[in-house]
């Protein structure tokens, strides 16, 4: 006979455990299920292994959803300094790193290590690594049919079914496969009649034509903070980031940002500049006969990006702005305060940090994350369609999105 609980979880990373500890800290019999070995990869890798876990700046604009208006309910009523909090009681010592973004201390593994306390002081039980063969309704509940899974991640032999009274879906979306990422949660909403918003890589180093980079090759590995945007008035992205250079193309916090507002065929604006006007400071220099160009740009670049700027553009290091008329000085100052360069593609979900897209959220309860036309089916973090920003807002909704279905479950 079937295992019977009032919440199974599906899907043991950073939105999943969440869930399952709240819930089942109500009293909810829950269990956990998840097709990995180990537990919460995911946490383990982000930060740089430390895990920026929050921002103290979130809030509803820090998101892209077709939906907007969608995050704000849990995000309202599970704040960084809800999850801050949960920190402290497991003596979790962390820091402010930049613009908001808080990470562990010591390491990533902290975060697991709590998160699964949590989930035994919620008395939850584990099935993993353990694959979901089938969701089906069945009753007033759900029937899942289970599949355990040897260490190299084929199904074994032996299989279970169990039966939930709700069922949360928590696998995320399609970023970083290697670590197990697939269209589990995609493929259920699916078959139960949700509408997706289409999944596309977001927070990815975007790419470029090979021809068309080779004058910025020998600037790769320099880094800059730069201005970047792009997008009409209604999608537009703009941020103030650091830029890296690399020989596919750009990447950096920059780039990834402004890399889940990017559409194909349409240009990036970066402003390699941002605190001069470039043109009009080298026409004022006119006056001065000994400054070239290269000295007028190395006040403020790095010798690397002056030298390869110039030469990329067709300008002579030893020229000096005295000689030049001012069309060609203001030549110079627009390909750097406004460089427009269009990527061809990125590179895809093996690099993405998150898949932006996901379960259209209009088919979602905004308070409990439950599916209106399926009673009882929640779908939680990275599977919806809302996306956070670089910086840990995207964990962020991964708590706020989990302890809203494990109060509702």
């Known amino acids: 006979m079937a295992s019977e609980f009032d919440v199974a979880v599906i ?9 399952a500890a709240v819930a089942g800290q109500r009293g909810r019999s829950v269990v956990l299920i998840d097709h990995a070995t180990r537990l919460a990869e ?14 103290l700046d979130t809030g509803p604009a820090n998101f892209l959803s077709e939906n907007p208006h969608f995050c704000k309910s849990a995000l309202s009523r599970y704040t960084p300094q809800d999850f801050l909090g949960l920190l402290k009681r497991h003596r979790i010592a962390y820091h402010e790193k930049h613009k908001g973004q808080l990470f562990c201390d010591r390491s990533a593994e902290d975060i697991i290590t709590m998160l699964k306390a949590e989930c035994d ?36 032999a032996s299989s279970d079914s169990i039966r939930a009274k709700s069922v949360v879906i928590a696998t995320g979306g399609l970023s970083i496969p290697k670590i197990g990422a697939t269209d589990f949660a995609f493929r259920i909403a699916k078959q139960f009649g949700l509408e997706l918003v289409e999944p596309r890589p977001a927070l990815v180093p975007l790419t470029f034509d090979d021809a068309a980079w080779q004058p910025f090759v020998p600037l790769a590995g320099i880094a800059l903070e730069v201005d970047v945007e792009t997008g009409s008035k209604k999608t537009r992205g703009a941020f103030k980031e650091d830029l890296l250079f690399t020989h596919r193309g750009l990447s950096g916090p920059a780039v990834l940002q402004i890399s889940s507002f990017w559409q194909p065929g349409i240009p990036l604006t970066l402003n390699l500049l941002p605190q001069h006007d470039l043109a009009e400071e080298l026409i004022a220099s006119k006056g001065s006969i000994k400054k070239n160009l290269g000295n007028h740009l190395a006040q403020w670049l790095p010798a690397r990006v002056a ?6 553009n067709g300008f002579k290091a030893d020229a000096r ?35 932006r897209g996901g379960v259209d959220t209009r088919a979602l309860s905004q308070q409990t994350m439950m599916a209106n036309a399926v009673p009882g089916l929640h779908f939680i973090g990275e599977a919806v369609d809302v996306t956070g920003w670089l910086g840990g807002y995207n ?15």
């Not at 919620?122 to 969701?135: D, E, F, L, N």
């Open 395 to 409: 964990f962020q909704w991964a708590w706020a999105s989990g302890v809203a279905a494990g109060l509702a479950a």
């Open 307 to 312: 030298e390869g700027w110039l030469a990329a």
């Open 321 to 355: 702005p005295a000689d030049m008329p001012d069309r060609e000085l203001r030549r110079l100052g627009l390909s750097l305060n406004q460089w427009q360069v269009t990527p061809n593609g990125s590179e895809g979900y093996r690099k993405a940090e998150v898949t």
């Open 11 to 19: 899907g043991a990373g950073a939105a999943g455990m969440m869930c």
């Open 121 to 156: 002081a919620g008395r939850v039980q584990w099935r993993m690594p353990c694959k979901v063969a089938a969701i089906r309704a069945s009753g007033s509940g759900f029937g899942i049919d289970l599949e355990s899974v040897t260490g190299d991640g084929a199904a074994a």
């Open 42 to 55: 995911k946490i383990r890798i982000s930060g740089g292994g430390r895990c920026n876990f929050t921002n």
